[in-house]
């Protein structure tokens, strides 16, 4: 095992490490604006509630509430955004967790390309130092 293999087993989890970090950093993206159009998409029904004089929080009966269909038409386009935003968030997630469990088998490859070598190292030296024994331990 040489040095560069070892060097390359780290850098490969390097490499992994940062698909890793752009993955979270894009999960966080996608879940601030999820966040946003749920908390916007919130305001308009709370809203449109409110113009009607009809408490939001009491659970009336969308059937009783007179102008439904406007909502539904003003708020159709949103909440279809909304959901949209919210599959791409959990693609999102499962490309981090799938990252994410990709790390310890990274780890794995460093700590065996570094035993690999250190044996090798091992053995050079113990047959320097004892060269009639033809290198063994």
Same mark, same amino acid.
């Given at each position: 095992m040489s040095e560069s293999q070892v060097s390359a087993a780290i850098h490969d989890f390097a490499s992994s490490l940062h698909q890793l970090w752009e993955k979270q950093s894009e999960e966080q993206q996608q879940r601030v604006q999820a966040d946003y159009l749920s908390r916007a998409y919130e305001r308009r029904v709370r809203s449109f509630y409110e113009e009607r004089g009809i408490n939001? #929080?009491?659970?009336?009966?969308? #059937?009783?509430?007179?102008?439904?269909?406007?909502?539904?038409?003003?708020?159709?386009?949103?909440?279809?955004?909304?959901?949209?935003?919210?599959?791409?968030?959990v693609q999102a997630v499962k490309e981090v967790n799938?990252?994410? #469990?990709?790390?310890?088998? /990274?780890?794995?490859?460093?700590?065996?390309?570094?035993?690999?070598?250190?044996?090798?190292?091992?053995?050079?030296?113990?047959?320097?130092?004892?060269?009639?024994? /033809? /290198?063994?331990?």
């Open positions: 939001y #929080s009491n659970g009336t009966a969308a #059937s009783e509430v007179a102008g439904l269909d406007e909502l539904e038409k003003n708020l159709g386009f949103m909440k279809k955004r909304l959901e949209k935003q919210r599959i791409i968030h799938a990252a994410s #469990s990709s790390l310890r088998s /990274g780890m794995m490859s460093i700590f065996e390309a570094l035993e690999s070598f250190c044996l090798e190292r091992l053995e050079g030296y113990q047959q320097m130092r004892n060269p009639n024994k /033809g /290198g063994k331990v």
